[in-house]
T-cell receptor
């Protein structure tokens, strides 16, 4: 299974942009890059996904490196509600198509 | 749309009893559902993949006789923890996959199991 590497924790200030990095050097050509967040005692929530091109939605932006070996989740203007654990996951389009969660990044937002 | 529910949200049981957890996709049909377990301060660990109408596929190290999974319809999968012991206490989360061109999954709110 292709793996991802994320910093254990990051801290940012409210109303500032946040850039959450993810390395996935063993990504294969057909793996999608997904980002999910998890609030305490809740199930994960979908944030965004991409394949090759950068993606924007109402929640965030996803910047994917040209070689696809890394990506960055961008929260344009952090709020206190964005404090969560963020998981960068490669979806395996071959075989069982399962999501394998790494340790994620715990994001703290300072008021 | 794409809401997944779990029932119960939390359960406390005595050691040796069995507990059933339900996972439902409320507004879509889920051909595949996944079951995860999460211990405190840890990430989600995939337990098994459940396909409607067929036997579940368990991850390595997960006892299929202890964690019984049934996916009888396109909107319901159940996980039964048999003969539960305190070490089975955990947060159990299901997800349902939406059929499409990419592997988007929607997660339930989780079930907190405490075995006394």
């Amino acid at each position: 299974d292709a793996k991802t590497t994320q910093p254990n924790s990051m801290e940012s200030n409210e109303e500032e942009p946040v850039h959450l990095p993810c390395n996935h050097s063993t990504i294969s050509g057909t793996d999608y890059i997904h980002w999910y967040l998890q609030l305490p005692s809740q199930g994960p929530e979908y944030v965004i996904h991409g394949l090759t091109s950068n993606v924007n939605n109402r929640m965030a932006s996803l910047a994917i490196a040209e070689d696809r070996k890394s990506s960055t989740l961008i929260l344009h203007r952090a709020t206190l509600r964005d404090a969560a654990v963020y998981y960068c996951i490669l979806s395996l389009l071959q075989g069982a198509q399962k999501l394998v969660f790494g340790q994620g990044t715990r994001l703290t937002i300072n008021p | 749309g794409a809401v997944v529910s779990q029932h119960p949200s939390r359960v406390i049981c005595k050691s040796g009893t069995s507990v059933k957890i339900e996972c439902r996709s409320l507004d879509f049909q889920a051909t595949t559902m996944f079951w995860y377990r999460q211990f405190p301060k840890q990430s989600l660990m995939l337990m098994a993949t459940s396909n409607e109408g067929s036997k579940a596929t368990y991850e390595q190290g997960v006892e299929k006789d202890k964690f019984l999974i049934n996916h009888a319809s396109l909107t319901l999968s159940t996980l039964t923890v048999t003969s539960a012991h305190p070490e089975d206490s955990s947060f159990y989360i299901c997800s349902a996959r939406v059929r499409g061109t990419y592997n988007e999954q929607f997660f339930g709110p989780g079930t907190r199991l405490t075995v006394l």
